[in-house]
């Protein structure tokens, strides 16, 4: 049985205790797995990850809750020392970690309570990862209303009211009025954040509300009937902060716009890049309906209907696609495009009877070793650049000259 030592100090950064046992392998892998008769080291549990750090001077890399007893996993790597059974090692928890951990969780706390408090919205699970996310019974969820939970959050930070841990038996717990009942029974661990919120848990806090930091409500999504709203807390929010506030200013002074108006500013290009991307489009339109018409003009009436072969050098494949239509909706005509730089084979024909693009890209490139397919009145191929395509391309024009 593990002595879980965070349970009454969530500060303890290092400690000394004794090997109960060490498993060379396990669920967690082909790393040795350490138990010890007592830990400041916090498994994950409850939505809240593991702590990191050292034992005995090697890296601890995942630490698991096994029911009585706790397995601090080390890394694989680390040089070998001599640790067995009753050896007394030393335990070193990364702090900053831990920390942000505690800010997470604690302010995860205050924001249930509040959302509880002021939306009616009980929190349905937790997750204090990378990305620290609440779900909640809330079927929706405005910025106004967030704003509210927010400054109410933030004004419990503001007011440094104490955050206290008590032990009970499961008998006096149920009537404390817990926020979160136990899920186990025997002596209830119980925290409570000052006229805010008195939750069964047996993860890490702060000892105030005021080292939680800012709350910060960054982003929120509707999810299996549910909001999910990501938050920010004390240095998460400040690190949030600070690249968020370096993007505005160099772009509010590359624009020469204060802060506060960036976004009008932005507004404004991207209005205007729209609006030059509609001119550049129909200009492009314009350019491809005089090239399909001086193509037709150009094209000898050597058959009916026209068959031309066009050399497609590296041009953009939509814009061929729009050239090939604009060329058979204006006059009875096949045409065929390919582009020997990449290998790519676009065939078309006028609405109407005439031969299968489909079947006659197919053919064409099958003698080659491509591919290709599509409709009868477009089709679209693919063989190895260089001289495929040219060889392609006769093959395809005598196939439709001959049907």
Not at 28 to 45: C, E, I, K, N, Q
Not at 120 to 134: I, N, Q, W
Not at 327 to 344: F, K, N, Q, S
Request: glycine share 10%.
């Amino acid at each position: 049985m593990t002595e879980r030592l965070y349970y009454t100090d969530a500060y303890l950064r290092a400690f000394t205790a004794r090997v109960v046992g060490v498993e060379p392998r396990g669920e967690w892998g082909d790393r040795p797995g350490v138990v010890l008769d007592r830990t400041a080291f916090y498994p994950t549990s409850g939505g809240q990850p593991h702590d990191t750090g050292s034992l005995a001077g090697r890296p601890v890399v995942d630490v698991i809750d096994a029911g009585e007893s706790i397995v601090h996993v080390l890394d694989a790597a680390a040089p070998q020392l001599p640790i067995g059974a009753g050896t007394e090692v030393e335990g070193i928890v990364d702090w900053d970690r831990r920390f942000d951990h505690m800010q997470q969780h604690t302010g995860q706390h205050v924001l249930s309570a509040v959302f509880a408090r002021v939306l009616e919205a009980e929190t349905v699970s937790v997750h204090l990862g990378g990305s620290s996310t609440l779900d909640l019974a809330l079927s929706q969820l405005g910025p106004e209303d967030a704003r509210r939970v927010e400054d109410a959050a933030n004004q419990i930070v503001f007011d440094n009211r104490p955050v206290t841990v008590r032990f009970v038996s499961a008998s006096e717990a149920d009537h404390l009025g817990l926020r979160r009942p136990p899920r186990r029974s025997g002596t209830i661990r119980v925290v409570e954040v000052a006229d805010c919120d008195r939750s069964a848990c047996g993860g890490t806090h702060v000892r105030s509300t005021a080292e939680i930091g800012p709350l910060v409500l960054r982003r929120w999504e509707r999810t299996k009937g549910q909001i999910r709203v990501e938050f920010l807390a004390g240095w998460r929010a400040l690190e949030d902060y600070r690249w968020k506030h370096a993007l505005i200013s160099e772009w509010s002074g590359r624009l020469t716009v204060g802060d506060r108006e960036l976004g009008p500013a932005l507004d404004r290009l991207a209005n205007e890049a729209r609006e030059r991307e509609r001119a550049l489009a129909e200009a492009r339109s314009r350019l491809l309906a005089y090239e399909a018409a001086e193509r037709l003009a150009a094209a000898p009436a050597t058959s009916t209907p026209k068959i031309l072969r066009i050399a497609a050098s590296r041009r953009d494949p939509n814009e061929m696609r729009q050239l090939l239509r604009e060329m058979t909706g204006r006059e009875a005509c096949v045409v065929l495009a390919g582009d020997e730089a990449t290998g790519r084979l676009y065939f078309a024909r006028s609405p109407g009877d005439g031969p299968s693009m489909a079947a006659v890209i197919d053919q064409a490139c099958r003698t080659t070793g491509g591919r290709g397919g599509g409709s009868p009145e477009f089709a679209q191929g693919a063989v190895a650049p260089g001289g495929a395509v040219a060889q392609v391309l006769a093959l395809a024009e005598e196939a439709v000259r001959g049907a």
